[in-house]
């Protein structure tokens, strides 16, 4: 990969390597990005070894590092990064101590671990992030255990906890205090109709997902009706 920095692009401020063919001596050639705000190492070769190039970019505010060959260890590089609002760790070798070593980062307000294998002891580390109006955890690794700690995120607009099979009725009364919630999707679990009632303080509610589970369109429709007149969006559909 060539030299950014020789190449006279300093100055520059949002860098897209989806899908390109860069690995961990490769990022040596954004040390020197001073004022990069936004990374996108999407499907690269990139793995822990080569964040340490990223340690000296304190204007980085988004980096995605869904599916490249980060490991836990590697995120400690990115510690320091406290300007990092927006992380993508959507990767199956990312666990609950890849989630501990980012504890400082604290401006957080979007969080991916969309295939991460996160547990409920892993969600105690989200205390950290109040900031979050965006989680994905989708691993299957989280019961209601550990959405007692997701309850608490009161900022969240987006909430993603599909794949999460052993989730029952009492996820959604746990997050019936998330007021603020836009889209929630709890597909793939184990949420019956009964269910629906914790759902009906969320009056900002405008997208539902539930396939796979014990509920029915009209099931959804009947709350949508009478509690939830934003909802304009709602699966399963029919």
Known sequence: MWDLCEAGLTALESLNLDSCQINDDGMENLKGLKNLKC????????????????TGLHNLESINLSFTMVTDCGLR?????????????????????????????????????????????????????KNLCSLEICGGGLTDA?????????????LNLSQNCNLTDRSLELISGL???????????????????????????KSLSMESCKVTASDI??????????????????
Do not use: M, W
């Not at 504890?103 to 969309?114: A, E």
């Open 39 to 54: 990374l996108v190492l999407s499907d690269t070769e990139v793995g822990s070894k080569g964040l340490r190039h990223l």
């Open 146 to 158: 550990g959405v007692k700690n997701i309850k608490e995120l009161s900022s969240l607009s987006l």
């Open 221 to 238: 429709e009947k709350l949508r009706s009478f509690d939830l007149p934003n909802l304009v969006s709602f699966r399963p559909e029919e």
């Open 179 to 205: 007021t603020g919630l836009i889209s929630l999707n709890v597909s793939n679990s184990r949420i019956t109709a009964a269910g629906l009632r914790h759902l009906k303080p969320l009056k900002s509610l």
């Open 77 to 129: 590089e990115l510690s320091g990064l406290t300007s990092i609002k927006s992380l993508n760790l959507d990767a199956r070798q990312i666990t609950d101590t890849g989630l501990a070593a980012l504890t400082s980062l604290t401006g957080l307000t979007h969080l991916d671990l969309f295939g991460a294998r996160i547990t409920d002891s892993g969600t105690s580390y989200l205390k950290n992030f």
